[in-house]
């Protein structure tokens, strides 16, 4: 079992940047394909982006493409969201999911929010514009 916590959320202007991060407690994230989804107030959730067990692939969704950058680094069990150039749009509680993976499918990503095991609470992400 994974327990995740995400930080780094806040109030930014229209054209700034953040990075969001999601810590674990328990068993180490190498093991977890790992997801970035976002809520907007009223709205479903969004897939923001996705990254493989060692970080080879990775995915994004169409709304972030060419801003925002999944990372990780297993060796501090973190996994990052680099998000720059921020809209008012971005606006919305950013959640990251953890899917646990056999190692011979470690190049997998999930960009369906179903496919994952386990979620945090979420960071308020607010965007000024």
């Known amino acids: 079992q994974v327990e995740l916590a995400e930080s780094g959320g806040g109030l930014v202007q229209a054209g700034g940047s953040l990075r969001l991060s999601c810590a674990s407690s328990?068993?180490?994230?190498?093991?977890?394909?790992m997801g970035w989804f976002r809520r907007a107030p009223g709205k479903e959730h969004d897939f923001v982006a996705a990254i493989s067990r060692r970080g080879s692939n990775t995915a994004y969704g169409n709304s972030v493409k060419g801003r925002f950058t999944i990372s990780r680094d297993n060796g501090k069990n973190t996994v990052f969201l680099q998000m720059n150039n921020l809209k008012s749009e971005d606006t919305a509680v950013y959640c990251c999911?953890?899917?646990?993976?056999?190692?011979?499918?470690?190049?997998?990503?999930?960009?369906?929010?179903?496919?994952?095991?386990?979620w945090g609470q979420g960071t308020q992400v607010t965007v000024s514009s």
């Open positions: 999911e953890a899917r646990d993976i056999e190692q011979y499918r470690e190049g997998y990503y999930y960009a369906g929010r179903t496919a994952y095991d386990y």
């Open positions: 328990g068993r180490s994230l190498s093991s977890y394909a």
